[in-house]
Each structure stands twice: as structure tokens, then as C-alpha cells.
């Protein structure tokens, strides 16, 4: 082979992995390494799309009671599994309809784009409450869903519906444990 070609072409291949490099270093950073489920900044750009799409979704909001009891009773890495299993029971919920996030600590969010085809809260809800088996012992799960049905805002916004979920959600962390407030 022509060494010019070999010259000409090494910095093209340099720039084609260094662009791939790029593009995975993105993606990683749109993704939380605990769940694999997206942060907040890559969340809200592809939520803000699918509720302009679809104005029948439903924004929700799920927050893990009494999160720090379990860190500090049974350790760090059973609190992650916690995590890690909330964030994908939340995923098999909402299955192929939506996208779920963490927002960071104990605190997840989701846009479901076509409820009617979830499991139903009921189905949430036992699922998010189900104890988890981790090293042996049973650790206590509990969450608290707020959730906003978009179709119901005077201004569908995804900062409103947000707004709305977190409304309902500290509703339902006020009328006792395991509650899910529309």
C-alpha cells in the first residue's frame, strides 16, 4: 500500500475514534452508573419532546421513604440495591410507553406517554413496595408517587407537570406511607 495513502489517511482514523470516544463519553454522562436509567439533563430534554407529542402523558415522581434508615441499618451497598431495583421496577412499569430517570439520591421520575397500556398504580405501588432480598436479609422498601396527568394543566408544560407531581407526591408522603396522590 502507497505510504501517502497510509499518511493521509491515519489522522482521519485518529478523528474517527476520537469522535466515537466523544460520542459514548456523552451518552455515559446522560446515564446514571448506579441505574443506568438517564439523569435529569438527558430526562428532561427527551421528556420535554414526548410531551409535546403526546398530550395525554403522565408525569410522575417517585421519592423512597426512609432511604437514609436503610443506608445506615443495613450499609451502603444494600442502599444501592434498593436503587437499582427501584429503578427497575419503575422501568418494567412504564415498560416501552415512556422514560424513567433519577433525578439524584432517592428521587426518580418518569413520562408515561400512554398510561391506559401501564399495569396500572396499583401495579406501581406493589411493585415499588415490595421488600428485596440482598445478602441474606429483607430490606423494607417504600415509596411515595406523586403524579401528574398532563392532560389536566391549564399550561402543559413539563416544568408544571413536574410541579404538579411534586405536589402530589408530598401529599402522599402526608396521608401516610405507600400512597400514590393524582
Not at 437514609?68 to 437499582?84: M, P, R
Amino acid at each position: 500500500m502507497d505510504t501517502h495513502v497510509i499518511t493521509a489517511a491515519l489522522p482521519t482514523l485518529g478523528w474517527a475514534v476520537h469522535g466515537g470516544l466523544l460520542v459514548r463519553r456523552l451518552a455515559t454522562a446522560r446515564r446514571d452508573p448506579l441505574t443506568g436509567l438517564h439523569t435529569r439533563a438527558g430526562w428532561t430534554t427527551r421528556a420535554q419532546h414526548l410531551l409535546a407529542k403526546h398530550p395525554g402523558a403522565l408525569v410522575l415522581l417517585v421519592d423512597l421513604d426512609d432511604f437514609k434508615a436503610t443506608n445506615d441499618t443495613y450499609g451502603h451497598a444494600a442502599g444501592d440495591a434498593v436503587l437499582t431495583a427501584t429503578a427497575r421496577r419503575l422501568n418494567t412499569w412504564i415498560g416501552r410507553y415512556g422514560i424513567a430517570a433519577r433525578l439524584g439520591g432517592d428521587e426518580f421520575t418518569a413520562i408515561v406517554t400512554d398510561p391506559g397500556r401501564t399495569p396500572g398504580f396499583d401495579a406501581l405501588q406493589l411493585a415499588l413496595n415490595r421488600p428485596l432480598e440482598h445478602d441474606g436479609r429483607t430490606l423494607p422498601v417504600s415509596a411515595s408517587v406523586g403524579r401528574c396527568p398532563c392532560s389536566h394543566l391549564p399550561v402543559r408544560t413539563l416544568t408544571n407537570a413536574l410541579s404538579a407531581a411534586d405536589a402530589a407526591m408530598y401529599a402522599a408522603k402526608g396521608h401516610g406511607r405507600r400512597n400514590t396522590r393524582p
